[in-house]
Every structure is written in C-alpha cells, then in structure tokens.
C-alpha cells in the first residue's frame, strides 16, 4: 500500500501535476490580462500557477539572408558578425523574458496566490506546451501574441495551433483585462 503525498513542485513527482494553471506570457498587450485571469483561475480552482515564457530564436535566424550578396573573401567575416548578433538576441531575450516572468510573478502575488512558479524555456511555444501538457490543467492565454500587431480583429496563429494540439482546457484572454467574476 503506497500513500502518495501532493506534489508542490514541478519537478517533483506526477501526481498532481495536472492540478496545474499554466499562463503564457510574451510581452504582448494580452500578457497583464493573462496574468490576471491566470491568478483569478489559480484561486478559484485552488491549483498551483506557473507562469511560462517561451522564447523562440527562429524568427531571427531568417530575417535577412545576405550570404549570397558578399563577396568570397569578406563572407566568413560577415558570418561570424551574425552568429555574434545572433547570441547577443538570444541572452537579451532570455533577460527580458526573466524580468517579465518576474513581474508577472509579482503581480499574481498582489492579487493573492501564495506561490506562483516561473519557467523560461527555448523553443516553440506549441512544442512546448505540447511537451508540458501532463502537467496542465487549465492553460491561459492571450488572443494573440507579440507578433500579431496587424488584424487585431483576428486570433494568433499560435492560438490556433495550441488550441488544435493541446487537449486541456484553454482559457483566451482578450484584449482588455476586465477583472474576472464568478
């Protein structure tokens, strides 16, 4: 006979781990609304939060392709000058993405949750949460993401994607954050 206790942490066992309110932050105007209706499902489910950010370094790589418009001799020295771009993206975003996390953090401890949790990885963010959706029971997010700033009618194509991969319970937050209820 094996009693199992509660798990209180992510990398801990598995019991509970689809107790789980998982938010999706990026920085976009959704992300306070986001962390807003994480916090408010995080007390009204009682269920441990954890905010997620998920920085994806591809969209970078494929800005400009200049490596057919130099010359032979100055190509590698140009190469090396956008690897050494490319990195400095890569530790600026993770930075930017733990002061968000942080932020986001504190804001739910003002509206009340004991102990909201963080995590930053690399990657996609449909990989990701397809990767994490053991241990998700309700997942927040924003109706579209930093990206999306034309067709502010329209959903992200993120969205869309999570919502066709994941089969948890999705909470899409829209624009405005009105303060949730019930």
Known sequence: MHASLPSTNASLGN???????????????????VCDYAAWASLALEAP??????VDNHPQT??????????????????????????QRAKLAQEQGRVMLAAAKERAIEAGVA?????????????????LENDIRLLVIGKRGE????ASEHL??????????????????????RSPSR
Do not use: C
């Open 62 to 87: 494929a800005e400009t392709d200049l490596s057919g418009n130099i010359g032979l001799g100055s190509r590698e020295h140009l190469l090396e000058e956008l690897a050494s771009l490319d990195e």
């Open 115 to 131: 102990e909201p949790m963080t995590r930053q990885r690399n990657g996609t963010l449909v990989e990701t949460l397809s990767e």
């Open 156 to 177: 992200g194509s993120n969205l869309e994607r999570v919502v066709r991969t994941l089969h948890r319970p999705i909470l899409v937050v829209p624009d405005a954050s």
């Open 49 to 54: 939060l954890t905010f997620l950010h998920v």
């Open 147 to 150: 990206t999306a700033h034309q």
């Open 15 to 33: 019991d509970k781990m689809t107790d789980q309110v998982m938010a999706a932050i990026d920085g976009s105007q959704f992300s306070e609304g």
